[in-house]
């Protein structure tokens, strides 16, 4: 199963940044302060408790784990695939556009 890259979801506009997280998620809370920590603006839709998001997400990304994070559409995987765009300086660039 491919990953698909969205820049809509459910027929309305996504954000740059858009964070799928459940409640009781360390590295959802983890993710969320990094983005705040770098001033990163981004959409949060908990799926706490929501099969057909959860499914979606599934369907959407082939991974079974929260958080998931999109950028610009594309799916980048968690929280540890987003800290190491950080550090390598490639998050802000993939904001930009510029991958």
Request: proline share 3%; charged share 35%.
């Amino acid at each position: 199963m491919g990953v698909r890259r969205l820049r809509h979801y459910h027929g309305r506009d996504m954000a740059d940044v858009v964070i799928y997280t459940t409640d009781y998620c360390g590295y959802c809370r983890a993710a969320k302060r990094l983005l705040e920590a770098r001033n990163i603006p981004y959409e949060e839709i908990d799926v706490t408790g929501d099969d057909e998001k959860r499914r979606w997400l599934r369907e959407t990304t082939g991974r079974h784990t929260v958080p998931q994070i999109f950028i610009r559409g594309e799916p980048i995987g968690g929280y540890t695939d987003l800290a190491r765009l950080d550090e390598e300086g490639r998050l802000q660039e993939m904001l930009a556009g510029e991958l």
